[in-house]
Antibody
Framework: QVHLVESGGGVVQPGRSLTLSCAAS????????MHWVRQAPGKGLEWVAI????????NYADSVRGRFTISRDNSQNIFYLQMNSLRTEDTAVYYC?????????????WGQGTLVTVSS | QSVLTQPPSVSAAPRQRVTISCSGS????????VNWYQQLPGKAPILLIY???RLPSGVSDRFSASKSGTSASLAISGLQSEDEADYYC???????????FGGGTKLNVL
């Protein structure tokens, strides 16, 4: 049974850093690309970042490029989102999601989400 | 402003049929698969439709979808109260090199 569990959310001041983790289980983690998607309070879904199955290829939404870094550890079945220079507009529930199809880019499993609040 | 355009809300009575539109461009819907997600209140999204019109295992066949050119649509027939949720379309965008979502459509079952 596939499980994705995020952790690391919390309250942080603007300009500070925070690292989110997503622990995966129930599937061969190293065979899937992984994504972060966020949702600001009362707003829609916003894609944040992608990392390829081997970790070599990454890309980011323009809103976070240069501030956020996605990484993964296939030996530990976990991937991360390091968030630097946080802004109030980064306040959101952050979901990790598994990319089922490399071409289709559909997210067949999602975590339960972890809330990040950026506030002074 | 979302890259994909959806109506903010739609409403219909139980047992009726409703459609939700999703409009994009050649770099996203026009070139790549469209996926749809359902998000129940307070919950994480779930995959509802993938690859334009395919149903994942376990999803009711009351849900269907189609795509034409740079637009897509989701249809829900035999509406039930438990269908009240937010629905999002999504696709890969070749120009942005990322996934783009619609702004979401809130379905109200009257």
């Amino acid at each position: 049974q596939v499980h994705l569990v995020e952790s690391g959310g919390g309250v942080v001041q603007p300009g500070r850093s925070l690292t989110l983790s997503c622990a995966a289980s129930g599937f061969t983690f190293s065979s899937f690309g992984m994504h972060w998607v966020r949702q600001a309070p009362g707003k829609g879904l916003e894609w944040v970042a992608i990392i390829s199955l081997d970790g070599r290829n990454k890309n980011y939404a323009d809103s976070v490029r240069g501030r956020f870094t996605i990484s993964r550890d296939n030996s530990q079945n976990i991937f991360y989102l390091q968030m630097n220079s946080l802004r109030t507009e980064d306040t959101a529930v952050y979901y990790c999601a598994r990319e089922e199809g490399f071409v289709i880019k559909n997210f067949d499993y999602w975590g339960q989400g972890t809330l990040v609040t950026v506030s002074s | 402003q979302s890259v994909l355009t959806q109506p903010p809300s739609v409403s219909a009575a139980p047992r009726q049929r409703v459609t939700i539109s999703c409009s994009g461009s050649g770099s996203n819907i026009g070139s790549n698969a469209v996926n749809w997600y359902q998000q129940l209140p307070g919950k994480a999204p779930i995959l509802l439709i993938y690859f334009d019109n395919r149903l994942p295992s376990g999803v009711s066949d009351r849900f269907s979808a189609s795509k034409s050119g740079t637009s897509a649509s989701l249809a829900i027939s035999g509406l039930q109260s438990e269908d009240e949720a937010d629905y999002y379309c999504a696709a890969w965008d070749d120009s942005l090199n990322g996934v783009v979502f619609g702004g979401g459509t809130k379905l109200n079952v009257l």
